[in-house]
């Protein structure tokens, strides 16, 4: 099964991400390195992925065939994704066990979601 | 068969013979594996172009060990270990005759060190002889995914300290129940996957039957073998009639059963009648006994509901599982009816393996449909579709619930949600 695990920020995330020393953040960076590794060691990792900051982002409108973007979401928006990891294990319980290796999730920002596949059982 | 196919049923055929070959005069699994590899790839692309060798297999044999041994200077030359010296100095040991490769390196493949996915990559590429691409399009993962699938699995294997022997007497059956699962998951993952890049799947489903089929033939007494053989042939047979030209699925009771193959079938109800007679019972064999009464029914309302019934009760003695457990519940309401159904499913659902389930709810609804209560029905329809992951169900589900008419509008002043 493929499991996409969402990582977000918010205004305390940031907050506190940006009062922290640089010894600090190195244990944050460790902690998905070490994540990152387990998850290519064990054959579960297929992708994951950083996102550049929200005000980079471009909203999509089609209107008449023509595309057309405005800017955001703005970063006072309460919840903004981060990044996210796709991976593909055993069990719902596995994915949250990796979920649950992920800083963010000391604050309650990690969503594990269960991905749609073409199997279909006999019926 | 254009040339390029010959030969990749040919190296398929090979690919456990030669590593067993390599394995047995170099020993060290992990590396002879990956000299196999490169050989099957060279052969592969030179092959269908230059013709196939006067003996193939003698052709293999030498590239790989050509490749191993320079897979061997080139780690000696970096790590300079003693180790790998002492290794390398340690071939398999020679095989007692009569003792075959392929069962040895399917009952490595699954050693318990590994999880089921590796398990079952390293299995199609050792054993089957598939390319990590190969491996990587059909499970629709990166090919890097498989390819570290792959390597951590033989470093696993390695430092458990596993060797090119059969295990001891005393792990054989837990190993075979292990190889046999894998087996089942393979063929399982072709045969589900019923559209989109349903085309690269449809091949696990004959790599399945193809390494069974090899596995019986080594094991011509096992019943167990014989059951899953039957199970998968039994059950592929019905490929062409279950899915719609859209690649929306059709139920087992509306498909046009004309379609059917009738040699699988066959073959596969000579099989499990042999076995079901000489060989103690096991789930594969009862799985597949009920795959064969389905079989045998010329139409949908013919089936022998009781017989399915008696056979999912001993399965459930001795495999339960939340799938046989709703089996079980779908034979109930077929042959004592849908209310006796609803009420066993409710009793069920209680249990915690089944609680939360996701196709409870298309049972439910199945069940309400059978029942002619066609507004739960639908709601239940639709609540299942919402709750299933995967996408051919979802469709499924939906389109059953759209054919049910939605329930009348609340008269005004009246609240849907008051009251009940």
């Known amino acids: 099964m493929k499991y996409l695990i969402l990582i977000y920020s918010n205004p305390m995330s940031r907050e506190i991400w940006e009062g922290l020393s640089d010894d600090q953040r190195t244990v944050g960076f460790k902690s998905y390195a070490a994540l990152n590794d387990d998850l290519r060691a064990s054959g579960e990792m297929i992708v994951t992925e950083a996102l550049a900051d929200p005000s980079l982002a471009k909203r999509v409108t089609v209107r008449e065939g023509r595309a057309m973007t405005t800017d955001g979401p703005y970063a006072e928006a309460k919840e903004l994704l981060a990044g996210f990891y796709l991976i593909e294990c055993e069990s719902m319980e596995r994915a949250i066990e990796h979920a649950a290796r992920v800083p963010e999730a000391q604050l309650g920002l990690v969503e594990v979601r269960p991905v749609l596949d073409l199997s279909a059982l006999e019926m | ?147 570290q699938r792959i390597s951590r699995a033989k470093q696993r294997i390695k430092t458990s300290g596993a060797e090119f022997t059969m295990p001891p007497e005393a792990d054989r059956s837990d190993r075979m129940a292990a190889v046999l699962r894998v087996l089942y998951l393979i063929f399982n993952e072709g045969y589900t996957a019923s559209s989109g890049e349903a085309l690269h799947r449809v091949e696990l489903t004959s790599e399945a039957i193809r390494l069974t089929r090899q596995l019986l033939a080594r094991l011509p007494e096992d019943g167990e073998v014989a059951g899953l053989l039957a199970l998968m042939l039994l059950t592929d047979a019905r490929r062409p009639a279950r899915t719609r030209p859209d690649g929306g699925l059709v139920p087992l009771a509306e498909q046009d059963r004309e379609q059917w193959d009738a040699g699988a079938i066959a073959e596969g109800i000579a099989l499990i009648t042999r076995a079901l007679a000489s060989a103690p019972i096991g789930p594969y064999q009862l799985q597949a006994a009920i795959a064969a009464v389905h079989a045998e029914a010329a139409h949908a309302e013919d089936t022998d509901w009781w017989q399915i019934l008696g056979l999912y009760e001993l399965l459930h003695n001795i495999a339960p599982g939340p799938m046989v457990a709703l089996n079980r519940i779908i034979a109930i309401a077929m042959v004592h009816g849908p209310r006796e159904g609803l009420d066993r499913l409710a009793a069920a659902e209680t249990d915690p393996a089944l609680a939360g389930h996701h196709r409870v709810h298309a049972v439910r609804a199945h069940l309400l449909d059978m029942a002619g209560d066609r507004e739960a029905a639908r709601a239940t329809y639709r609540l299942a579709a919402r709750r299933t992951l995967s996408v051919p169900e979802q469709r499924y589900l939906e389109s059953r619930a759209a054919q049910l008419p939605p329930p009348d509008r609340p008269r005004p002043g009246t609240d849907p949600d008051a009251g009940g």
């Open chain 2, 1 to 147: 068969m254009t040339a390029t196919r010959q030969v990749e049923v040919l190296l398929r055929d090979l690919a456990p013979q030669v590593l067993g070959a390599v394995v047995r005069r170099y020993g060290g699994f992990d590396t002879c594996e990956d000299a196999v590899q490169e050989a099957l790839v060279a052969a592969a692309v030179q092959w269908p172009t230059e013709g196939v060798p006067d003996n193939p297999k003698g052709w293999l044999i030498t590239v790989a060990s050509r490749r191993r041994i320079e897979l061997w200077r080139r780690d000696a030359a970096r790590q300079r270990r003693e180790e790998t010296v002492a290794a390398l100095a340690q071939p398999a040991p020679v095989p007692p005759p009569g003792v075959d490769d392929t069962l040895t390196l399917l009952m490595l493949c699954c050693h318990p060190s590994l999880t089921q996915a590796s398990q079952v990559a390293l299995t199609l590429r050792a054993v089957g002889g598939l390319s990590t691409a190969e491996i990587a399009r059909a499970y629709l993962v990166p090919e890097a995914t498989v390819a």
